[in-house]
């Protein structure tokens, strides 16, 4: 019996207890997943309660992805170069060891990510979405990444945590009211809330006719998974362009904690069709 939890806020949204249930079920599991919401004031007293009641882990969404780390006491690779971890395993002596799985989700989600070698992204947002996927595009080849942020000021300090990571890619910082010509870009990530249901569903980061410069061949992808096609992947497909949703992000991320919960890799389709039974 395992006991897992999400940790986040808000959470109405979340479709991880339903894709869990489901991989659990895929690998002859038995298990509890909650949905625990945890405001950033909240989060110590959260971490305690997690410890003593014998949680075996948890994932963490936003806006906890980076504050967690001051929690964990060992941390994988991958979450050291995010510099965010949303995976987190409880080991027996109650210490904390973290994961970043998003990075594995995003670049899984990708159709044939190498072909991406040697290109430029584009990334709306720089938080712990950003930085999973900064690790995923490089991974797959990418040289150069501008960032599309709404304060410059305060993204200053995840782009040069990235400069410092990653001293042979480029990395450029623009303000998002202020998009420069987006006709260089090879795959464009929205990486902020804007157009998750519940929060602003109605919205698009990018405005239509900014969209309308990419070229024929970008990828749009947008790591929000619900609604499964958002404003922007609707824009992209209205371009006639590649869209890559959330969806399959967020199936793989949690496919790959639920690995390093039990030490079987569930069945990925299988999570899908109970997500989208649910969002349908």
């Known amino acids: 019996m395992v006991k ?19 991989g659990f079920k895929s690998i002859g599991e038995t298990g509890t997943y909650e949905i625990l919401e945890t405001p950033p004031d909240d989060l110590v007293e959260r971490v305690k309660y997690l410890k003593v009641n014998n949680y075996d882990g948890f994932n963490v969404t936003i806006p906890l992805k980076v504050p ?26 109650k210490s904390f060891y973290g994961y970043n799985t998003d990075i594995y989700g995003f670049r899984s989600a990708i159709k044939n990510p190498n072909r991406l070698s040697g290109k430029t992204a584009g990334i709306i947002g720089t938080g712990g979405a950003a930085r999973a996927a900064t690790v995923g595009l490089i991974q797959a080849g990418i040289k150069i990444i501008n960032y599309y942020s ?11 945590s990235m400069r410092e990571s990653f001293p042979e890619i480029t990395f450029n910082n623009y303000q998002l009211q202020r998009i420069p010509d987006l006709q260089n870009i090879n795959i464009l990530v929205n990486c902020t809330p804007i157009g998750m249901r519940g929060h602003s569903a109605d919205m698009s980061p990018i405005p239509f006719n900014i969209m309308s410069e990419l070229k024929k061949d970008t990828i749009v992808y947008d790591v929000i998974y619900n609604p499964v096609k958002t404003l922007f992947l609707q824009a992209a497909e209205q371009l006639g362009l590649e869209t890559v949703s959330g969806l399959d992000m967020l199936i793989n991320q949690g496919a ?25």
């Open 150 to 160: 709404r304060n410059i000021i305060n993204s200053a300090q995840m782009i040069n």
């Open 256 to 280: 790959k904690a639920l690995e390093i919960w039990t030490g079987k890799m569930p069945d990925t389709q299988t999570m899908k069709i109970a997500a989208l039974e649910q969002l349908y």
């Open 4 to 22: 897992l939890a999400l940790i986040g806020y808000p959470l109405g949204h979340s479709l991880s207890a339903i894709i869990q249930q489901a």
């Open 68 to 93: 967690i780390s001051l929690f964990l006491d060992e941390i994988d690779e991958s979450a050291n170069i995010a510099g965010c971890a949303n995976t987190v395993k409880i080991m027996p002596d």
